[in-house]
């Protein structure tokens, strides 16, 4: 697994908080305004735009609705439209949480499985949960469906309603709109790969 070191130098060379920041100044939108349309604080906006946090893939997926881009504009370099796109493993770069950043602000690792093509209904990670107490859980809901594929670990899986254990093999497939969380239950950490389909990109 890399350092953090190497990880916050990931995070930076991605440029995601520059590539919210050009993109919001580029429809001449303020913070609160784009606070207003993502649903999310000014103060944690202006974190991502300035590198301090490492937004979840949730929030991700509203910022690129609310700037009309996909989500894979934020692991890219350049865009392509090709009709095949293959991403080796050593162009994958891990995302996690920030040593300063709070538990409950990303409680997983994730790596986008696909960067290069612009227009596409389905974004692809590689997902990494580490054990977690179960009042630490964060529930996220946004909209679109999401599908899970467990390759390692246990994965329990909540809504407000409904507790399910996954383990290798299991898959689950749901609407992103049900307020939902993840947490590992396994001594090492669970390992998934999951599908997210947002329907405005």
Do not use: W
């Amino acid at each position: 697994m890399a350092g953090q070191d190497d990880i916050q130098l990931a995070v930076k060379a991605l440029k995601i908080g520059q590539k919210v920041r050009d993109l919001r100044q580029q429809y001449k939108y303020t913070l609160q305004d784009l606070a207003q349309k993502t649903g999310l604080s000014k103060p944690f906006l202006s974190q991502i735009e300035n590198d301090h946090v490492v937004p979840p893939i949730a929030t991700l997926m509203k910022l690129a609705r609310a700037l009309n881009v996909g989500l894979a504009h934020f692991f890219q370099d350049e865009a392509s439209d090709e009709k095949v796109s293959i991403t080796r493993p050593e162009e994958r770069t891990k995302i996690e949480r920030r040593p300063h950043q709070s538990k409950r602000d990303v409680n997983y690792i994730y790596e986008s499985l696909e960067f290069r093509k612009r227009s596409k209904h389905m974004e692809p990670f590689l997902v990494e949960f580490h054990i977690q107490d179960a009042d630490q859980m964060v529930f996220q809901s946004h909209s679109g469906e999401e599908f899970l594929y467990i390759l390692e670990g246990e994965l329990e899986f909540r809504t407000v309603d409904r507790v399910e254990v996954l383990r290798p093999g299991d898959s689950i497939y749901f609407d992103s709109d049900v307020s939902h969380s993840f947490r590992c239950l396994s001594e090492r950490p669970a390992r998934a790969v999951a599908v997210l389909y947002n329907p405005s990109n």
